[in-house]
């Protein structure tokens, strides 16, 4: 049984910077992909970063680039995204997904992600930045 359990949202201003986490249970993280989506009110479900954790390869959308790192702790079951600079437009709730895969090819279509039947998916924590 996969439970996710997301943390570390909140409201900061513009330049500031936050790191969400995701707690995996059931979940061995070098047997999946995983990744940060985002969805912003009106807006449909983009991809923000994957990892692959058996290779530790990682992704990044173009609009976080330089900005956002993704990052593991498997002794810790956690899955990190560190934010930041933050923007308006980073406004959104932040969903962490994990899919079973091994290497890296997985990153390839990190969007695809959230179609995949076998995905884990969680509740999701809401980022709000304010200029």
């Known amino acids: 049984q996969v439970s996710l359990e997301e943390s570390g949202g909140g409201s900061v201003q513009a330049g500031g910077s936050l790191r969400l986490s995701c707690v995996a249970s059931g979940i061995d993280f070098g047997k999946y992909c995983m990744g940060w989506f985002r969805q912003a009110s009106g807006k449909w479900r983009e991809p923000v970063a994957g990892?692959?954790?058996?290779?530790?390869?990682?992704w990044y959308a173009d609009s976080v680039k330089g900005r956002f790192t993704i990052s593991a702790d498997k002794s810790k079951n956690t899955l990190y995204l560190q934010m930041n600079s933050l923007q308006d437009e980073d406004t959104a709730m932040y969903h962490c997904?994990?899919?079973?895969?091994?290497?890296?090819?997985?990153?390839?279509?990190?969007?695809?992600?959230?179609?995949?039947?076998?995905?884990?998916w969680g509740q999701g924590t809401q980022v709000t930045v304010s200029s």
């Open positions: 997904v994990f899919v079973p895969s091994s290497g890296d090819l997985c990153l390839r279509d990190v969007a695809g992600f959230y179609f995949r039947p076998s995905k884990s």
């Open positions: 990892l692959s954790g058996a290779v530790g390869t990682t």
